[in-house]
């Protein structure tokens, strides 16, 4: 992997991603599954308060068929 100056994720969020590569065919770990899924709203509602409801799936979708 390519080392950039400014590095948008997290040591902690990187060791996990590498971790989980290491192994994608392993079964999956419930525990794991279920922080990922409150990182995952936790992220989402931020993004809701920063940005409000984005509404772009359907735009995109419309660009697509054309």
């Known amino acids: 992997m390519n080392v950039t100056e400014k590095n948008l994720i997290s040591p902690?969020?990187?060791?996990?991603?590498?971790?989980?590569?290491?192994?994608?065919?392993?079964?999956?770990?419930?525990?794991?599954?279920a922080k990922a899924c409150k990182q995952i709203n936790r992220m989402r509602e931020v993004t809701r308060k920063k940005l409000g409801e984005l509404d772009v799936a359907v735009e995109l979708i419309r660009d697509a068929r054309k």
């Open 12 to 33: 902690e969020l990187l060791a996990e991603l590498e971790e989980a590569l290491r192994n994608p065919y392993a079964a999956p770990d419930p525990e794991a599954m």
